[in-house]
Structure formats: C-alpha cells, structure tokens
C-alpha cells in the first residue's frame, strides 16, 4: 500500500560543482560537529566525500545490489550496511597511554583500539588508471538528496518519515520511529542511518533550522572550494534553476532508481589520457562511461555544454554559465529567503 | 493451558508504504514455524510462557548497525471485534506485551491497525528469558490485564533477529488463541 | 678590453650568456631528464608563450629539495622572459605578507611612548645613524628602498634575538658531524667550511651567545615533531637543557618530554588575528566563542604571568643585565615592564594589545567590534612598516587586485640586485664555486643512502600541521595512523597489501607505516602527509628519525645584491624532499632508528 506522498508547495535544492571538490572534508566536519557527535551516530555521516573511482560510503553504494530499487526503478530488497565493514566503526583511540608510554623502554603508540575494517574515506585518493597514462579519480560529495520520491518515505511501515511541506526536506519523526532501518535498507544512497544508542533512524535534515533563517546549510556554506549553490527549484532567478533547468548542467546521481533526487552534480571534466609514448590524446582521463554509470545519459549533453562554454571563455567572450560556476560573488551561491521559523515539538 | 500454536508468516503483503509488501513478498512461508504458549493466572495477575525454537539467538543489538534482536509479543482485543491480523484497527485497539531479547523489561504495546503501535514502558511486569538448547523461553509475570479477563484470548508474534525480523516481517498466530 | 690596470679581459652581455646556457635545453633534452613526453613539454611551452598572464604559484612548499633555488630561478626565469613580473595577474606569488606596523606597537620598547615604524628603528639604531640615513635618501645616494633594507637587515641580524633550526642543529657538533657525512661529496668542499666561512665573514650571523643553552622554552612550535633528525637534536642538544618547558594548546611530542607544559587555550577559545599573504589580502579574526578549558590560558595571558614572576625574581636577586644572545643587553628587571607596555596592558588586555596591532596602515578603520561583526575584513594598503617592501606595491589601497612588485615595474626604482635590473646571472663566488651563476639542472642527490624510492614530503590535508593530527575525529577520515602512499603498481611488485604495515629503511633505520595504496602517486615516489607525531608511530619514532634534511650551502652566501642573510628572506632551510628509502613488507622483524653516531 504506497502512500500518497503531497508535492510540497516549494522544493529546497543544492547543486555541487564536482570540478571544484578539492576532496578537504572541510563539508564533512561542518555537519558532524553540528549534528552528529552523539554516541549513537559516531559512525555516521550526514556529509560525506567520497573518492570516485571506489567503494564509496557506505562501502558498495554505488554497487546496485545494495539499494531497494532496481536500475528500471522498481523496489527490490536492499541491504542494511555493516558497522565494519561498510560504514566502518568510529574507532576510539589510546592516546593516555601513549602518553604515558614517554619513558618506558616499551612505547605504546596512538592507534585504533578496534580492528580496523573500513572507514567513511578509507580508499581516498585511490582511483583507478595506470600513472601517467590515465590514472585518475575525483571527489563525490554526498548529502540526502531530498527526493522528490523518496524510498525511505516509502518504506517506512509507521510513516515516520515525511517531506515537508514548506520546502520539501525530507525528515524523520524519530518519535514515531521505531528503529526497524527499512529506511536505511530501502534508500540506494544510504543516507539514512540509524542511532544504535538510541534506536532509531536519522537523516540529513538540510540543515532545517538554517534554512529557516535564509542561511544555507553548514555544508555549503563552510565550504572553501565554493562549489555549492543553493535555493529553490522553481526560482528562475536563482542558482539551481539556472544550473539544472536552463543550462542543463547540473543532473542527479543515479537517476535509474527514479526518485527525483533533489541534490545536482555538475559532472567533472578532466585532461587527457596520455597514449602508449607519453603524448596526449583527445581523450578525458575519467572514462564518460563510468560518469554514466553514475549520472546516466544526460552527463553527455551536461560535459559538451561545460566545454563549449569553457571553450568560449578561453576565447574571451562572455558566458554567463562559467561566471556563475566560478562564484566570483560567492554570496550569488545562496538564494534563500528567510522565512517564518517553524516550532517543532 | 500449555498449547502449541502453529504460526503463520505475516502477511507482507498488507504492509503500510510501497517497499515492505514488494522487498519482502517472498516471506510466505513463516521463519518460526511453530510456538508453545501457557497462559496462567498468577499472583495478582497472569503468568504468560512463550516458548519456541530459534537456533541461532540474536540478544545484542548495541554499537550495530545491522543486527535485530530475536523478541516475542503477546495481545489480547481490547474489544471483542478488534482484529488481530492489522493488529487492531480505529477503535478496535489491541494491547498487550512486547519482549525483545536486546532490552531488559517489557514494553506495554497498543495499537489501532498496522504501523500505529505504542510502545511504554510496563509498569508491574517481570520478565526472564532463558536460550536453551535452540530454544527461547521467556516468561511475563503480569499485573492485572483487564482486556484478556474480559475477552480471555491473545495472539502473539515471534521475530527471528537473525533473519531481519522485524515490524512486520514476523511469524504470527494465525488468529486468536482462546485462553481457558 | 682593457681594465685600468692593463689587464685584458672578455667581455660578454649576460643576454648572451644566457642564451648559450639554455642552448642545450632543448624539448628533447627536457623529455630525457623529466621523462615526460616532448609533446607534453612542447604544449606547456606553447601554453606559456600564448598566455597572456601567466602566474606561479610558489609557496613555502617549493623550497623543500636541495636544489629548490634553481627550480625558483628556472620559474622567475620563465617569467621574466615573458616579461611578467610585476604586472597584474601575474607573476610570481610566493608569499608576500601583508604587514601590520602595529605588531611594533606591541613589541617590547625600551623607548615608551614610541609607536609603530619609528620605535622599531629608534630600538635598532641610533639616531646618529637614522640622521645619515635620511641623508643619504634625500642627497640620492640611496633610495629609499636600499635604506629601509639596510635598516631592516641590521635590525633582524643585530638586534632581534633570533636564529633559525639549521643554526641550532649546526651548533651541535654531533649533528654537524653527521650531516657533513650525509652530504659528503655534494658541495666542492665539506658543509662545514662553508658554514664557518659564513661566520666569519658576518654573512649567516648565527646568534653570537656565549654559552650553551640551558632552558628550552617552546610556544607555537613543536620542534621534536617537526625538526630531521630528532634522534641529533635530542642527544646533542635537548639531553643537555636544564629545563624544558612547552606552552601549547596540544599535548604534543615536545611536550611530552618537557619539565612543564603550560596548557594554552585552544581556537575559538581565545581572540586573535591572522594575517595573510598577498594573494588573499584579508585580515582574519578569530572570536572567543567559549572559554578556556580547564586551567588553560591565552598565551598572551600566560607570557604576561610569566614575565612578571621572571621581573619579580629578578628584582628579588638583583640579576644583572644580560647579554645572553649577544645582541645586546637585556634586562629581566623591566621584562614585564616591557611586556605590559609600561603597565599599560593587563593580565586580560588581549583584544586591548590586538587593538594597538590595529593602529596600521593596512588595517585603517578596522575595531574589534566590527571585526567580531564580520570575521574578516579587507586590507586597506599593504602597509608601511619596513617589511612591507616584500609586496613592493607602493599604489595599492585596497580596492582590486593586490599586485606585487609594481615598485620595480610601474614605478621603474631599480630591483634590489647588483645590476638594479631582474637578473638570472649571480656571480658570487660561491655560486661560481657550485656552476650556478645561472639556473640549471642538477639531479636530487639521494639523501640517506642509495634506496629506491624518493620519499617526498606532502603537506597534511587533515590538520593544521600536528595541530589535529591526532584527533579521532581527523584520524577517522584516514585510517588512524600514519601513512604512506605508493603506487599500486609498486605495492604489487614488492608484495604491498593496502593497509599492512611496511618497513621504511633506509641508512638512519627504520619505521613502520601503514601501507596507503594511490593511483596519484608516481612509481618510485612515495609520499608521506607531514606532521604525524612521532608517538603515533611504533617506537614513537617517526620518518623524521630518517631523514636527514639537507642544508645548501649556497643559502649562507652574503654581502651580495640580494643574496644577504634575513629571517624569513634568505636563509638555509632544511630540505627534506631529496630523502631516499627502501620498502618493504612487515612481518613481525624488528624496526628502528640506528644509535645516534658518537663524536
């Protein structure tokens, strides 16, 4: 039995320039100071920035045998990612004792007390490709996408989760929640996760507050590279619209499961291979094929528009989509509105 | 009264939002298949004795993300038409008890239909769960429960942690249970 | 032609010279040395040559080999032949800094009442000398440049009581032994005639004291973390103090072998500014947003507690005036009097000491209170203290781009150099010594010993050098230790799982490290993300134990245009990037750094 889910009167929205990720995780820590540093979300990443080519984070997100849709978009079982082996477990760390280890002939030195497994960056910088030749990689930062379909709504049986009508962020009622993780199963970006302290689901909330008051999300705003933009989908003069619907730029991460993904990437360029004898080809570094596997077809039009409109910077004439991806006036990024600030609870 | 109930497989089918009844449409067949019940007046109150086989207990769920605890739950109509399949409906609640195996106590459970379950906490009840030999025994050492003194039936609901069980995903009786 | 004294000699424009230089540098021999393809050389030099700004970005991090002078010169070459310097939008961007005369302001002053630009140099010369040097200005013998340089360089190397890590190490003899015998055969003479030389001819100072140090006080540094060789400098130099004390926000290394940590107070719990360099021309302040921890201080507040105690003492034992860096007299009797401003800044005058460094010409208009509004704020001139000539931009006020150099180019005074020009020949004798009157190639020597793989140093993504290194938050975005990165291609070849632990050795021992397996990484490179601290190693010995951290003798040359001693303008560093290692996998063997060699 589905449910109706109500199209909200607004949709909130963030768009990410990929070419400008410089992978610092300066987003990462951002959120997590903010929002995640109980017990039970130690593990947790409401943010994170993963290195593409890679297993991601969770480790197999990308892998379309872990989510609860099919790639035509239809719902499949999902799987509930392992603390050790895809989220990778907060380990603690022995600094007393290395400490206090100074002077005794035996040094005890500050590591991990957990067996280390994996971790939210742990095959950072990896990527794929044989130096000079074609090695390559890029930075995929990641929040909920805020769908327009969203699988957690769908799956949870107590209808705990819900879009908000306002602007459309998608938020659990861990009130109502009762920690049975269909939502952490269900969604293919595993950006539920669940509170093993206090047993119940928790989810980027878009920095809900924030937004309330006309500031962009911590993410965004903290991040140095300036490569978010944010507002509404439906305000032309804005960013999103600008990026997403007119210059078709901007396209969502797997759109084979159908959900209406409300976060947009703009797809990296990258220089060329090099052939057998070290000279340049005409061919990028990052194969177009796994950018679709990742973005779907659209990343072809969205790369030879950025190149043409490069092209003619280079040549010196104006191009408003470049000036807008280059954020000379950062504030320009942001288009929110304050609004009237919501009481919850 | 010490009676073996064969349990069914819940139906996923009826499972409120559009994942649970497709993900899981494969569970047809019950992960428990079979369950010992008592139902005994005790001091003041009642003495419910669950018993079942699980051969693998799941009894701690801390600091994971992917582990579901084994647990068992038992309620009586509060009316005499609530129906026990949607676990009550609009003004036909069901209540009762629910044990899981990752918590010390009970938790008093009511619900009018499916998804709309409440959980607080027991006030007066007792509980001990023993895993013997691929078994759970649990024993609920209740105060006074008005609705089974007045309806004298129950229903219950086993989860198998370690198949995923749980909400909905759960082997149930296959209607009331009359209670001597 | 013929000089005054009859001699012939063969004169050659140094256009020409050049030229016959850079004759052999073709495409072809480029590839060869770089092994990249000529292709490649070709597009970056047709890329060059059609550009119509072309800029360098060169930061501290450019400095780091043996022969990173003649990498610098090989850019500013580049440059100059494109006629870019100086020019906006391009150039060279290193790392000018903005100056704020009103640090003066908070400098101890013998002279009360003196502020800014004229109490720095009333501390440092005499007026006599300040009355000549006018003279010289306005009778045109000297710009005003070449007297603001004097000034300044008289100032750093014979009044400021300062030295830097290359003078402390080579003070040691057991760690001048051992890096003589590192960079044996790697200079026409051994390293330490050059630095003796340097010495008595005045041109590397040294800090002239008269006896060995006693104390090691340490703020803001982490010297044991930090320096090469730790295992030299702990057995020559720390083993000896008397006393050490480490005033820090963090637990660090050194702090873990000191008499005393004074705990500071962390970011964010303390106001304090950041000034910046020239391509991000912004004052940065930091708020208070909580209170210290515990019973952590400001450092501001520690050094004023602390000063006053030392005057206390003194005055108490009646202590003479020393003269213990051999710079002058110093007396610990007025220290606090000094300290405080004549008593004019308290115990909590942080923000009122942050003020007077907002008395600047590049700060005009800027408070504290705005400041807290607003977090940064723009520059509003480059400034007007003596340092400010490393922007050598006279014009700029704030509004646009912040372009250096335009004093040479737009206002045509004569560089700082023999020949008052942009010059690419230096023929000091030493550099004529070393066949470097101009930039060229020379291969980086293998420090460390003759091991396969280049160990290159990369500044850490993670912290803010070891400030956070070791914080589990940070460490979790890693893998919780120590790292280093090799090519994939690498770790197969020599038996490498992602995330073992390896042996790195090489003629010093060796440390454990994680493997980190990195497609970026070149084959017969590996990298290391700086700043681990040496407890985060097994043994609490990091890779710093192996390298050695060459010193070029060439940077304690002198009396020559613009090669002359300053701190922070041209002195030896300590070049780790040449460093050599071998790897291998760990199974359970023994890892260490070899004994400290005896002298």
């Known amino acids: ?345 | 009264m010490n009676r073996k109930i064969l349990l069914m497989s819940a139906p996923v089918a009826m499972q409120p939002g559009g994942y649970v009844p497709v993900a899981y449409a494969d569970r047809t067949t019950p992960v428990t298949a079979a369950a010992e019940i008592a139902v005994e007046p005790g001091s003041g109150g009642w003495r419910v004795t669950l018993a079942w086989a699980c051969p693998q207990p799941v009894r701690e769920t801390v600091r994971e993300t992917d582990r579901f605890a084994d647990a068992c739950a038992v309620f009586a109509p509060e009316a005499p038409e609530s129906p026990w399949m949607t676990m009550g409906a609009q003004g036909l609640a069901v209540q009762g008890f629910l044990w899981r195996a990752d918590r010390p106590g009970l938790w008093a459970i009511r619900a009018e239909g499916l998804g709309t379950m409440q959980r607080s906490a027991a006030t007066g009840t007792q509980v001990s769960a023993d895993w013997d030999n691929g078994r759970w025994r649990v024993v609920l050492s209740l105060p006074e429960w008005p609705a089974l003194a007045a309806q004298r039936r129950v229903a219950l609901a086993v989860w198998r942690g370690g198949a995923q069980e749980r909400a909905g995903l759960k082997s149930v009786s296959a209607g009331w249970v009359d209670v001597a | 032609m013929t000089l005054a004294d009859g001699r012939e000699v063969r004169v050659a424009p140094v256009g020409t010279l050049l030229k016959e230089h850079l004759e052999p540098w073709t495409f072809e021999h480029a590839a060869q040395v770089t092994g990249l393809h000529v292709e490649q050389i070709r597009l970056f030099a047709e890329g060059w040559a059609q550009a119509k700004r072309p800029m360098v970005l060169s930061s501290w991090g450019a400095n780091r080999y043996m022969h990173s002078d003649l990498m610098n010169r090989t850019k500013l070459l580049c440059l100059a032949l494109k006629g870019a310097l100086g020019r906006k939008g391009a150039g060279y961007q290193s790392t000018g800094w903005v100056d704020l005369d009103g640090f003066s302001n908070a400098m101890r002053m013998e002279k009360s009442g003196l502020r800014g630009r004229l109490a720095v140099l009333f501390s440092s010369i005499t007026p006599g000398e300040l009355f000549n040097s006018v003279l010289d200005v306005v009778r045109k013998r000297k710009t005003e440049l070449e007297a603001t340089l004097e000034g300044e360089t008289k100032y750093l190397n014979h009044k400021l009581c300062t030295t830097d890590v290359v003078e402390v190490n080579l003070k040691s003899p057991g760690y001048r032994a051992a890096l003589e015998r590192e960079q044996q055969g790697l200079s026409p003479r051994p390293l330490g005639a050059y630095y003796d030389e340097a010495h008595e001819k005045g041109w590397s100072p040294g800090l002239p004291r008269k006896g060995p140090p006693k104390v090691f006080f340490s703020g803001g540094a982490n010297l044991l973390r930090r320096n090469n060789l730790p295992q030299y400098l702990k057995a020559y130099q720390l083993d000896e103090m008397e006393l050490i004390v480490d005033v820090n926000p963090k637990f660090t290394f050194t702090g873990m072998h000191a008499d005393y940590i004074l705990p500071a107070a962390g970011w964010y719990e303390k106001p304090g500014i950041k000034y910046n360099v020239a391509h991000v021309p912004y004052l940065h302040y930091t708020d208070a947003a909580v209170p210290p921890l515990a019973e952590s201080k400001d450092e501001y507040e520690i050094y004023w507690l602390l000063s006053r105690e030392i005057e206390r003492l003194a005055k108490e034992r009646d202590l003479p005036v020393f003269d213990g860096c051999g710079r002058g007299p110093i007396d610990w009797k007025t220290l606090h009097q000094r300290y405080s401003n004549q008593g004019t800044l308290g115990q909590k005058d942080a923000e009122k000491l942050t003020e007077e460094i907002l008395r600047s010409g590049a700060t005009e208009g800027m408070t504290i209170q705005g400041l807290k509004q607003t977090g940064i704020a723009r520059y509003t001139s480059t400034g007007t203290d003596v340092a400010a000539t490393s922007l050598h931009n006279p014009d700029w006020k704030g509004e646009g781009v912040l372009t250096t150099l335009t004093r040479f180019t737009e206002h045509k005074e004569p560089w700082p150099t023999y020949s008052g020009r942009i010059t690419t020949f230096i023929d000091h004798p030493w550099f004529v010594e070393f066949r470097e009157q101009f930039a060229t190639h020379k291969t980086s020597p293998k420090a460390g010993g003759d091991h396969p793989f280049q160990f290159v140093s990369c500044h850490a993504r993670w912290s803010i050098h070891s400030t956070w290194r070791d914080t589990p938050m940070m460490l979790r975005l890693q893998r919780g230790e120590p790292q280093v990165w090799v090519n994939p291609g690498d770790a197969e070849r020599i038996g490498l799982e992602d995330y073992a632990y390896a042996e790195i050795f090489n003629d010093y021992g060796s440390v454990r490290m994680r493997v980190k397996l990195s497609g970026l990484v070149r084959p017969g490179v590996a990298y290391y993300y700086h700043a681990w601290e040496p407890h985060q190693f097994p043994n609490h010995e990091s890779y710093k134990w192996l390298i050695p951290g060459l010193v070029n003798p060439l940077h304690m040359a002198g009396d020559y245009g613009h090669i002359r001693h300053g701190m922070n303008r041209y002195q030896p560093g300590s070049a780790v990037q040449d460093t050599r290692i071998g790897i291998r996998p760990w199974t359970g063997q023994a890892t260490g750094a070899k004994p400290v060699v005896q002298v």
Request: aromatic share 10%.
């Open chain 1, 1 to 345: 039995m589905r449910y109706d889910i109500p199209k909200p009167l607004r949709q909130v929205s963030m768009v990410l320039d990929l070419n400008k990720c410089l992978g610092c995780q300066t987003c990462t820590i951002a959120c997590k100071k903010l929002w995640n540093t109980d017990e039970g979300t130690d593990y947790s990443y409401w943010n994170s920035v993963e290195t593409l080519p890679g297993r991601g984070f969770p480790a197999g997100v990308h892998d379309p045998a872990t989510g609860g849709r099919t790639v035509e978009g239809g719902v499949r079982r999902g799987v509930v990612p392992n603390l050790d082996t895809a989220y990778g477990r907060a380990w603690t760390f022995n600094h007393e004792e290395a400490r206090a280890s100074a002077g005794a002939p035996d040094k005890i030195w500050i590591r991990p007390r957990e067996t280390v497994k994996w971790g939210p960056n742990f095959d950072e910088d990896q990527g794929q490709g044989d130096y000079p030749k074609d090695n390559h990689y890029f930075y995929l930062p990641r929040l909920c996408n805020h769908c327009t379909h969203p699988a957690c709504v769908d799956a949870c049986p107590r209808a705990a989760i819900a879009k908000r009508r306002e602007d459309g962020i998608v938020l659990v009622d861990q009130d109502r929640c009762h920690g049975y993780r269909f939502c952490v199963e269900a969604c293919p970006y595993k950006k539920v996760y669940y509170d093993h302290v206090r047993q119940v689901s928790t989810k980027c909330i878009f920095c809900l507050p924030r937004i309330e008051e006309g500031v962009a999300p911590a993410c965004a705003r903290q991040c140095p590279g300036r490569l978010r933009f944010v507002g509404y989908r439906d305000d032309e003069q804005g960013p999103i619209w600008k990026l997403v619907e007119k210059w078709k730029v901007a396209i969502p991460l797997h759109p084979e499961y159908g959900l209406g993904p409300n976060v947009f990437y703009v797809p990296p360029m990258s220089p060329p291979k090099l052939d057998a004898e070290g000279r340049p080809t005409g061919e990028p570094r990052i194969p177009v094929s796994y950018l679709e596997s990742l973005f779907g077809a659209a990343v072809h039009p969205a790369l030879e528009a950025l190149l043409a409109e490069r092209a003619r910077r280079r040549r010196g004439e104006a191009s408003e989509l470049m000036d807008l991806l280059i954020a000379y006036d950062w504030q320009q990024n942001f288009r929110l509105p304050p609004r009237q600030r919501e009481v919850l609870g």
